[in-house]
């Protein structure tokens, strides 16, 4: 349904839009997948290892708002899905993508939605961004911690598929919102020369 409410949008826009919009759902798939590389491995005692995805799926959301942000984020997943190595590792396929990484692959989807759909709704200020990528990162960390309950008690979850991801998770979302401020303010300077 996604993919035909899609391609339904990209029938109503000229050539040059279509374009436009096709080169940034590439680069924001490129961009997830070299994220994901950008990861440190907690060792063998934590399920999955901090990546810098996160980060880039909630910008990508506030940039392309809802429709196209969670598009974008679709399109990564199944790319994924289908073997290209984006994943973590240089990983892809069905195996790495329904292993313990899943809920958190799917909560890149839906944090999307919400991120893109608030984004669309408010001004960009620092402390609003920050408030959209903070959802965002819960939405993620909710997804993950669901997603570990196939492989782990309530409490090991929750203490190795959530704690450790919460430092990092306040500087993504500070990092995050800041690039997005330094980017509108960039575009703005752009379009008064």
């Given amino acids: 349904m996604l993919i035909f409410n899609g391609l339904s949008v990209l029938k109503r826009i000229n050539n040059q839009d279509k374009m436009l919009r096709i080169l940034q759902l590439i680069l924001g798939v490129v961009a997830l997948g070299f994220a994901a590389q950008i990861a440190i491995n907690l060792g063998s005692l934590y399920p999955v290892p901090i990546t810098a995805q996160s980060m880039v799926v909630l910008m990508i959301a506030h940039l392309y708002q809802w429709k196209w942000g969670s ?10 899905l289908l073997g290209l190595p984006v994943f973590s590792n240089f990983s892809g396929g069905w195996a790495a993508f329904s292993g313990k990484s ?3 692959l799917l909560g890149f ?13 408010q001004d960009v200020g620092f402390l609003k961004v920050s408030q959209q990528f903070f959802i965002g990162s819960l ?30 998770m306040i500087i993504k979302v500070f990092v995050g919102a800041l690039l997005i401020i330094i980017m509108q303010r960039f575009r703005c300077l752009m379009k008064q020369s």
Avoid: H, S
């Avoid at 839906?110 to 608030?118: D, E, I, P, Q």
């Fill in 71 to 80: 598009a974008c984020i679709f399109i990564y997943l199944l790319v994924g």
């Fill in 102 to 104: 899943m809920g958190f």
């Fill in 109 to 121: 989807f839906f944090a999307a939605l919400v991120v893109g759909k608030m984004a669309e709704k």
């Fill in 139 to 168: 939405v993620i960390l909710l997804c993950g911690y669901l997603g570990l309950l196939r492989f782990l008690d309530v409490k090991t979850a929750f203490i190795k598929g959530v704690v450790p991801f919460l430092p990092g």
